[in-house]
């Protein structure tokens, strides 16, 4: 049997590191346990033995990463209300800073899981719904009700537009793709994580306060 490409790291972080970059290029369909297997510099035998399938190891790739991005957002919103109800701005940003931070991180696989995640969520397919609702819908509903309570006359249905909006343009930034910096002739870095942030909570509160005031 081949080693893992770091003795030091656990074998099933190996597995599920690599299997995240071949779902990221490849697609579930496109993506196999043999390259997954070769990627990681171990038996696919090994494969089987932690995660039972190939379905399984990809929902497990995951859940790794939308379980760190919404641990950090309860902590975020929780350190917001005990100094009192937050701002909207404030919500954003936890909101937001956990997604967009993630994957502009190459340290944590951020731009796999970043077209990994574009991929499942904007998915019609029944496995892409159900785990888009199952590790996302909880976290989302709590986001909701923090935007309500932060934004007098916007109604909870409005909080869901609202949401799906922050969480759309949360997706497009997670990538660093150059864009902007194309676009600007050089004028904004791509790796100014603070502005960017900074930059989409101005937007999308100015938005959901719009929504609010329209009624």
Known sequence: METALDASVPTQEVILDAAEEIFADNGFHGATTRAIANRAQVNAALIHYYFGSKEALFEA???RRSEAI???RRARLA???RAGPPELEAVLEALLRPTVALG????RGGAHYARLVVHVASGTDARSRRMTGERYNAIARVFIDAMVGAVAGLSRDDAVRCYMN???I???LM???GRAEDLSNGALRDDDLDTIISGAVRFIAAGTR???HAR
């Not at 502009?104 to 340290?107: E, I, V, Y």
């Open 175 to 177: 990538a660093p793709t």
């Open 104 to 107: 502009r991180d190459p340290a």
């Open 210 to 212: 719009a929504i609010a």
């Open 61 to 63: 790739v995951f859940a």
């Open 170 to 172: 949360g997706m497009s």
């Open 166 to 168: 922050a969480i759309a």
């Open 79 to 81: 350190a917001l209300r």
């Open 70 to 72: 919404n641990e950090e």
